[in-house]
Every structure is written in structure tokens, then in C-alpha cells.
């Protein structure tokens, strides 16, 4: 069963930099990994993704260039490093994973295609 925990959310300034953690269990070279964010009153967005076991990544245009997702599969944690980081991207940032077969890449950064989720941290991004 994979087990996902979001943590180091927290209030920079703008133009500040904020690293968040997911410690995740039950994840091999099978799976995607994806980090959402949710802003008060808004949907569900993805923002990057990572194939776990080719370590292939991908980005949304609203963050490429300022974000980025790594693993750690020593301490079995992911990362969102976020540079540059704006009031818009004020938010509650999960992350969430999904098995793929062997040939597959990851799928597309939709909420439908992602079935183990974190509960969320906030971050706030202070003009």
C-alpha cells in the first residue's frame, strides 16, 4: 500500500524559495509521482512529475523554470524545490503517486490519473 506525507510548507516573501517534502512508502521503479497544488477557491492543478524509476520530469508553464521535483530514494522522499516563488503560488501543495506499467510513461498532470494522495501542506506567498 503506498503511503504518502506532505511537509515544510510554511510563508516565505515573494521571491523567496520553499522546499517541500513527501515521505513515501510503497513506491518502486513502477510508479509516477506527481505534485499538485490547490489555491482557495480554485481547482486542483498539477505542477510537475516524475517518473520514479526513469527519473524523467515534467513541468507546468506556470512553474518551469522556478521548480523543481527530486527523489531521494535513499530516505524514500520526494521534493518540490520552489525558486522565485510568487503570491499566485499560494496554495495547499499535495503530492501523489500512480502505478504504470513497465513500458508506460507518466500520464498526463490531471487528478483523474493519480490514485495515492498526500493530505497537504500549505504555502503562502506574501507580496
Known amino acids: 500500500q503506498v503511503q504518502l506525507e506532505e511537509s515544510g510548507g510554511g510563508s516565505v516573501q515573494a521571491g523567496g524559495s520553499l522546499r517541500v517534502s513527501c515521505a513515501a512508502s510503497g513506491l518502486n521503479a513502477h510508479y509516477c509521482v506527481g505534485w499538485f497544488r490547490q489555491a482557495s477557491g480554485k481547482e486542483r492543478e498539477g505542477v510537475a512529475r516524475l517518473h520514479v524509476g526513469k527519473g524523467t520530469t515534467y513541468y507546468a508553464d506556470s512553474v518551469k523554470g522556478r521548480f523543481t521535483i527530486s527523489q531521494d530514494n535513499a530516505k524514500n522522499t520526494l521534493y518540490l524545490q520552489m525558486n522565485s516563488l510568487k503570491p499566485e503560488d499560494t496554495a495547499i501543495y499535495y503530492c501523489?503517486?500512480?502505478?504504470?506499467?513497465?513500458?508506460?510513461?507518466?500520464?498526463?498532470?490531471?487528478?483523474?490519473?493519480?490514485?495515492?494522495w498526500g493530505q497537504g501542506t500549505q504555502v503562502t506567498v506574501s507580496s
Open positions: 501523489a503517486a500512480t502505478f504504470r506499467a513497465p513500458l508506460w510513461g507518466c500520464p498526463a498532470l490531471l487528478v483523474s490519473e493519480y490514485t495515492y
